[in-house]
């Protein structure tokens, strides 16, 4: 059997109907080189009609783990058959010629990992502040490049055993909910691996809402955030920044009476300084007293 150009992990949980626009979108894609593993953390058999309806149009592997969205990327990691894998989220899509512009990329670049923009389901950027030009990803700079529905990264480099913090990400069974495609990202970065940002394509992704329903999430995502700033030692000035960002937004809604807003910076400031508190943890070695305000356990994807 011929192995595949490309091994895609995406674990899901809750979703179906995000499930099938996305293999749908991989079809629309033409390429038959595309290996497509399903982590499925669901209690039941839901995905099962979809799957059967793209079994004939797409190599899938179907697998079961526990709940956790790093737990079920490592565990797909040992079945990965291709030369690149990607790790889309199972709400996103991709865009048509997105494979084969990736594939462009990987022919003609020396880089070892590579990101593209995300883009809204409905035209425009989605998802945190980005770079704006193409560039080299650095530990400076991966936050603005990197999404793990926009990532991807040639296989021989997880042959170093690098691989993700079930500690992190959704599911994980502590307070910190995002992150994990970052840590992962600066694992690489460490072991001397290279990356490019490019802009002239984006994933595609649901933009989030600012509703008082999704506020919760930024305290788990930003604290996240808070955790891998520490545990990969960016330093006290990236830290201090990393906390004042939100702080000020928060502050500057508080003065103009915008209260959903507010509300979100003000879960994002304390997500933030929890993850740094933890994140001291985990680089000392002692256990994690802190609190989990926020448990998410609802899909895989972001």
Same mark, same amino acid.
Request: proline share 5%; glycine share 10%.
């Given at each position: 059997?011929?192995? #595949?150009?490309?091994?895609?992990?995406?674990?899901?949980?809750?979703?179906? @109907?995000?499930?099938?626009? *996305?293999? !749908?979108?991989?079809?629309?894609?033409?390429?038959?080189?595309?290996?497509?593993?399903?982590?499925?953390?669901?209690?039941?058999?839901?995905?099962? #009609?979809?799957?059967?309806?793209?079994?004939?149009?797409?190599?899938?592997?179907?697998?079961?783990?526990?709940?956790?969205?790093?737990?079920? +990327?490592?565990?797909?990691?040992?079945?990965?058959?291709?030369?690149?894998?990607?790790?889309?989220?199972?709400?996103?899509?991709?865009? /048509?010629?997105?494979?084969?512009? $990736?594939?462009?990329?990987?022919?003609?670049?020396?880089?070892?990992? *590579?990101?593209?923009?995300?883009?809204?389901?409905?035209?425009?950027?989605?998802? =945190? +502040?980005?770079?704006?030009?193409?560039?080299?990803?650095? =530990?400076?700079?991966?936050?603005?490049?990197?999404?793990?529905?926009?990532?991807?990264?040639?296989?021989?480099?997880?042959?170093?055993?690098?691989?993700?913090?079930?500690? $992190?990400?959704?599911?994980? =069974?502590? /307070?910190?909910?995002?992150?994990?495609?970052?840590?992962?990202?600066?694992?690489?970065?460490? @072991?001397?691996?290279?990356?490019?940002? &490019?802009?002239?394509?984006?994933?595609?992704? /649901?933009?989030?809402?600012?509703?008082?329903?999704?506020?919760?999430?930024?305290?788990?995502?930003?604290?996240?955030?808070? *955790?891998?700033?520490?545990?990969? +030692?960016?330093?006290?000035? @990236?830290?201090?920044?990393?906390?004042?960002? =939100?702080?000020?937004? *928060? %502050? +500057?809604?508080?003065?103009?009476?915008?209260? &959903? !807003?507010?509300?979100?910076?003000?879960?994002?400031?304390?997500?933030?300084?929890?993850?740094?508190?933890?994140?001291?943890?985990?680089?000392?070695?002692?256990?994690?007293?802190? &609190?989990?305000?926020? /448990? %998410?356990?609802? #899909?895989?994807?972001?």
């Amino acid at each position: 059997m011929t192995d #595949p150009i490309f091994s895609l992990v995406l674990c899901t949980k809750g979703r179906v @109907a995000e499930l099938a626009r *996305f293999l !749908e979108s991989l079809v629309a894609q033409r390429m038959t080189e595309v290996q497509v593993i399903i982590v499925d953390q669901n209690d039941d058999d839901r995905l099962m #009609p979809v799957l059967n309806d793209f079994q004939d149009k797409v190599s899938l592997v179907h697998i079961r783990t526990a709940t956790g969205l790093s737990l079920g +990327r490592n565990e797909a990691l040992k079945r990965v058959r291709a030369a690149i894998v990607g790790f889309p989220d199972d709400d996103c899509v991709y865009p /048509p010629g997105l494979l084969r512009r $990736l594939l462009e990329l990987a022919n003609l670049r020396s880089e070892d990992f *590579f990101s593209f923009a995300s883009a809204g389901l409905n035209g425009g950027l989605s998802g =945190p +502040r980005q770079e704006t030009t193409d560039t080299e990803i650095t =530990p400076s700079n991966v936050w603005r490049c990197v999404i793990s529905y926009t990532f991807f990264v040639r296989s021989r480099c997880l042959q170093g055993g690098i691989r993700f913090d079930t500690d $992190l990400g959704v599911g994980s =069974p502590g /307070p910190y909910k995002s992150g994990e495609e970052t840590d992962f990202v600066l694992q690489l970065l460490r @072991a001397g691996y290279r990356g490019w940002h &490019v802009r002239d394509m984006g994933v595609l992704h /649901p933009e989030e809402q600012q509703t008082l329903a999704h506020a919760r999430k930024r305290w788990a995502y930003g604290c996240g955030t808070g *955790f891998v700033y520490v545990k990969d +030692r960016l330093g006290a000035l @990236a830290i201090g920044k990393m906390l004042v960002g =939100p702080l000020v937004r *928060f %502050l +500057r809604s508080l003065l103009c009476l915008r209260v &959903v !807003e507010c509300i979100h910076h003000g879960y994002e400031f304390a997500g933030r300084v929890r993850g740094v508190w933890g994140g001291m943890f985990r680089v000392s070695g002692a256990p994690d007293a802190g &609190v989990d305000l926020a /448990p %998410l356990e609802k #899909p895989c994807g972001k």
